[in-house]
């Protein structure tokens, strides 16, 4: 009781009042929460003027040289972060991450081609480092899924890191940050954030950045409440300023009167109240208040994220998207790559579930070396399990390295994109066929393969998941692409974000559909797409039907507070109530009032 009061207090407390003139606010996007008031401090980690210039013959092999070192002396720098990290701080998600820049380190794309364009292009290594970045910058550009986005950002992150190792006149100065600072960057790599983290600091603005980076991702785990997306920061604000800022709701309010203040005060007094009871919560079970347990589990992209969705007590991965391993690289994985990615994620979880989708190539997630194909409306082109049938090899050695894994752990092979229910089966023919291929082989492969489920994320499945459940293990429900193709909303687009509404009828009676399809057949259905990491669509959900709810890990302890407040009968009235109605505009203002207290 006591805990839903505090959140309450936390969700439906009044927005933010109108601010006298004096005082300067920005709205940006509130990537970790937190309420602070601090001074600022304006850190500048632009690289102006990276030198270029042309090598002779006899310069090329010692600049390779200078690149290496320097790399080396990078990944020394992050072996150190590690360690004093290790000492100071709860810091499995921030070791994770910097595992990944290990890897991104270790003779990845990145890396070679600025060797190359140092032996082609006969460029020094700063300007091959800047022109690396922007190819792969550009061949990504198309890719606005914000998954992927995160990933090319460790990689330009890292590649900033490098730049300021190669010019060794540009220092770090973190030492004069002041009591209480609220940093302000341009951009920060999550390694600087580490670093960050390490001094005083209370919280970080930044220009660039979005919710699914790992720097975002890491200040969330760290605690730093963070805004990002503040446009013109760095002109309205310098060192020394005083600020108050959200990171719930990505306020900032530069030089805050006094009335102000003792607002934010007050708003930190709730919010660190409200914090403490979650970390009290972690080990709870994840039930409703009338003993209906849901399943809460972590949608993760590399194995490095497993420790982190562990320690939220996730109850296994109910998403593995493995575009990643296609990416940053010139060639296809091999089987036995994707065997080792698999068996490092098995190692570290080996009685937990994991869901591994198949590739989603295609549309937002299109992938640089794989295919000249140029999609004349992407989304509704050649992506997921449709490029998967295109590029048999592709999936078959996903299946095959699945196959090799699934003896020793709980695995299951997650579908996207699917439009129909030929896809299922012909997908499960090919997965028989692997199988007696490994057979064959003489390699051992169980008699029971893993189970097969489909992704309900266009509206043709949905409308079909009847007929999915009766061909499918388990059903799991993509609500990012079910709204984008459900509403036609391009889910990329910030023109008609407003339009991209997880509550329009339409969509909620295609996941009612989906979910009584699966409870009609004994199946299990999930949903992974972003509402489910929302814990104000909590409620909506479990009253749909809904009984396994699948997110970045950092959502797992928000949304199990949520559940720990609300009866499944309470749920499900409300979701039954919000059935009835057509207008969105109602469905809001019930779905609001439910937020608020009100049961039907
Ligand atoms: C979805 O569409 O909701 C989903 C989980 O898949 P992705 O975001 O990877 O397209
Ligand atoms: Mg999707």
Same mark, same amino acid.
């Given at each position: 009781?006591?805990?839903?009061?505090?959140?309450?207090?936390?969700?439906?407390?009044?927005?933010?009042?109108?601010?006298?003139?004096?005082?300067?606010?920005?709205?940006?996007?509130?990537?970790?929460?937190?309420?602070?008031?601090?001074?600022?401090?304006?850190?500048?980690?632009?690289?102006?003027?990276?030198?270029? +210039?042309?090598?002779?013959?006899?310069?090329?092999?010692?600049?390779?040289?200078?690149?290496?070192?320097?790399?080396?002396?990078? *990944?020394?720098? $992050?072996?150190?972060?590690?360690?004093?990290?290790?000492?100071?701080?709860?810091?499995?998600?921030?070791?994770?991450?910097?595992?990944?820049?290990?890897?991104?380190?270790?003779?990845?794309?990145?890396?070679?081609?600025?060797?190359?364009?140092?032996?082609?292009?006969?460029?020094?290594?700063?300007?091959?480092?800047?022109?690396?970045?922007?190819?792969?910058?550009?061949?990504?550009?198309?890719?606005?899924?914000? +998954?992927?986005?995160? /990933?090319?950002?460790?990689?330009?992150?890292?590649?900033?890191?490098?730049?300021?190792?190669?010019?060794?006149?540009?220092?770090?100065?973190?030492?004069?940050?002041?009591?209480?600072?609220?940093?302000?960057?341009?951009?920060?790599?999550?390694?600087?954030? @580490?670093?960050?983290?390490?001094?005083?600091?209370?919280?970080?603005?930044?220009?660039?950045?979005?919710?699914?980076?790992?720097?975002?991702?890491?200040?969330?785990?760290?605690?730093?409440?963070?805004?990002?997306?503040?446009?013109?920061?760095?002109?309205?604000?310098?060192?020394?300023?005083?600020?108050?800022?959200?990171?719930?709701?990505?306020? $900032?309010?530069?030089?805050?009167?006094?009335?102000?203040?003792?607002?934010?005060?007050?708003?930190?007094?709730?919010? &660190?109240?409200?914090?403490?009871?979650?970390?009290?919560?972690?080990?709870?079970?994840?039930?409703?208040?009338?003993?209906?347990?849901?399943?809460?589990?972590?949608?993760?992209?590399?194995?490095? !994220?497993?420790?982190?969705?562990?320690?939220? %007590?996730?109850?296994?991965?109910?998403?593995?998207?493995?575009?990643?391993?296609?990416?940053?690289?010139?060639?296809?994985?091999?089987?036995?790559?994707?065997?080792?990615?698999?068996?490092?994620?098995?190692?570290?979880?080996?009685?937990?579930?994991?869901?591994?989708?198949?590739?989603?190539?295609?549309?937002?997630?299109?992938?640089?070396?794989?295919?000249? +194909?140029?999609?004349?409306? #992407?989304?509704?082109?050649?992506?997921?399990?449709?490029?998967?049938?295109?590029?048999?090899?592709?999936?078959?050695?996903?299946?095959?390295?699945?196959?090799?894994?699934?003896?020793?752990?709980? $695995? /299951?092979?997650? &579908?996207?994109?699917?439009?129909?229910?030929?896809?299922?089966?012909?997908?499960?023919?090919?997965?028989?066929?692997?199988?007696?291929?490994?057979?064959?082989? %003489?390699?051992?492969?169980?008699?029971?393969?893993?189970?097969?489920?489909?992704?309900?994320?266009?509206?043709?499945?949905?409308? !079909?998941?009847?007929?999915?459940?009766?061909?499918?293990?388990?059903?799991?429900?993509?609500?990012?692409?079910?709204?984008?193709?459900?509403?036609?909303?391009?889910?990329?687009?910030?023109?008609?974000?407003?339009?991209?509404?997880?509550?329009? #009828?339409? *969509?909620?009676?295609?996941?009612?559909?989906?979910?009584?399809?699966?409870?009609?057949?004994?199946?299990?259905?999930?949903?992974?797409?972003?509402?489910?990491?929302? +814990?104000?669509? @909590?409620?909506?959900?479990?009253?749909?039907?809904?009984? !396994?709810?699948?997110?970045?890990?950092?959502?797992?302890?928000?949304?199990?507070?949520?559940?720990?407040?609300?009866?499944?009968?309470?749920?499900?009235?409300? @979701?039954?109530?919000?059935?009835?109605?057509?207008?969105?505009?109602?469905?809001?203002?019930?779905?609001?009032?439910?937020?608020?207290?009100?049961?039907?």
């Amino acid at each position: 009781m006591k805990i839903k009061r505090l959140f309450s207090s936390i969700v439906s407390r009044p927005r933010h009042p109108a601010l006298p003139e004096t005082e300067t606010t920005r709205d940006g996007v509130g990537v970790s929460p937190g309420i602070v008031i601090g001074q600022a401090y304006v850190y500048d980690t632009t690289l102006e003027n990276v030198p270029r +210039y042309h090598l002779k013959d006899e310069q090329i092999s010692p600049e390779i040289r200078r690149f290496t070192d320097t790399v080396g002396q990078t *990944v020394n720098e $992050i072996n150190a972060v590690t360690d004093r990290a290790k000492n100071v701080l709860e810091s499995d998600p921030l070791t994770s991450l910097l595992d990944v820049y290990r890897h991104i380190l270790k003779g990845s794309r990145l890396m070679r081609g600025v060797v190359r364009r140092i032996e082609k292009d006969r460029i020094n290594a700063e300007a091959a480092v800047l022109d690396e970045i922007a190819a792969l910058s550009d061949v990504f550009s198309a890719m606005e899924d914000p +998954y992927i986005s995160a /990933r090319i950002e460790d990689i330009r992150n890292i590649g900033q890191r490098l730049l300021r190792n190669l010019q060794t006149n540009i220092s770090d100065n973190l030492d004069q940050l002041p009591d209480n600072a609220i940093v302000i960057a341009q951009n920060l790599s999550a390694t600087d954030t @580490a670093m960050l983290s390490m001094r005083k600091i209370a919280a970080l603005i930044t220009v660039n950045g979005s919710a699914q980076s790992h720097t975002s991702l890491l200040a969330r785990s760290l605690g730093i409440p963070s805004v990002v997306g503040a446009a013109d920061i760095m002109k309205i604000a310098s060192t020394g300023d005083l600020i108050a800022l959200d990171g719930t709701y990505g306020k $900032i309010i530069v030089h805050p009167t006094p009335e102000t203040i003792e607002l934010y005060r007050k708003y930190r007094t709730d919010f &660190l109240r409200w914090k403490r009871s979650l970390k009290r919560l972690r080990d709870q079970p994840s039930s409703t208040t009338d003993g209906v347990y849901i399943r809460l589990k972590g949608n993760i992209d590399l194995p490095e !994220e497993v420790p982190f969705l562990l320690q939220t %007590g996730g109850d296994g991965i109910g998403l593995m998207r493995s575009e990643y391993l296609y990416m940053n690289r010139d060639t296809l994985p091999a089987v036995d790559d994707i065997t080792a990615i698999l068996n490092k994620i098995v190692d570290q979880m080996p009685d937990k579930p994991i869901m591994f989708r198949t590739v989603d190539i295609g549309a937002d997630k299109c992938l640089p070396d794989f295919s000249n +194909y140029k999609a004349p409306n #992407p989304a509704l082109g050649l992506r997921g399990i449709r490029f998967a049938h295109q590029n048999e090899t592709v999936l078959a050695d996903q299946f095959e390295a699945v196959l090799q894994v699934c003896s020793r752990a709980d $695995i /299951r092979i997650l &579908l996207p994109m699917i439009s129909s229910v030929t896809e299922i089966l012909n997908t499960k023919a090919l997965l028989n066929k692997v199988a007696d291929k490994l057979r064959a082989e %003489g390699k051992p492969v169980p008699d029971k393969l893993p189970p097969v489920g489909a992704m309900i994320e266009v509206p043709s499945a949905a409308l !079909e998941a009847d007929l999915l459940a009766a061909n499918c293990d388990f059903l799991s429900i993509g609500t990012n692409d079910l709204i984008q193709y459900t509403v036609a909303v391009d889910r990329t687009d910030a023109m008609v974000t407003k339009l991209f509404n997880p509550l329009n #009828p339409a *969509v909620l009676k295609l996941i009612k559909m989906t979910i009584d399809a699966a409870n009609a057949h004994n199946i299990p259905v999930s949903v992974c797409g972003e509402i489910a990491a929302n +814990y104000h669509y @909590a409620a909506l959900l479990i009253g749909l039907g809904v009984r !396994e709810l699948s997110m970045p890990a950092v959502n797992i302890p928000m949304v199990k507070e949520r559940i720990r407040s609300i009866s499944l009968y309470d749920a499900e009235r409300f @979701a039954n109530h919000i059935l009835t109605l057509h207008y969105p505009d109602d469905i809001t203002s019930a779905f609001n009032a439910f937020e608020e207290g009100k049961r039907f």
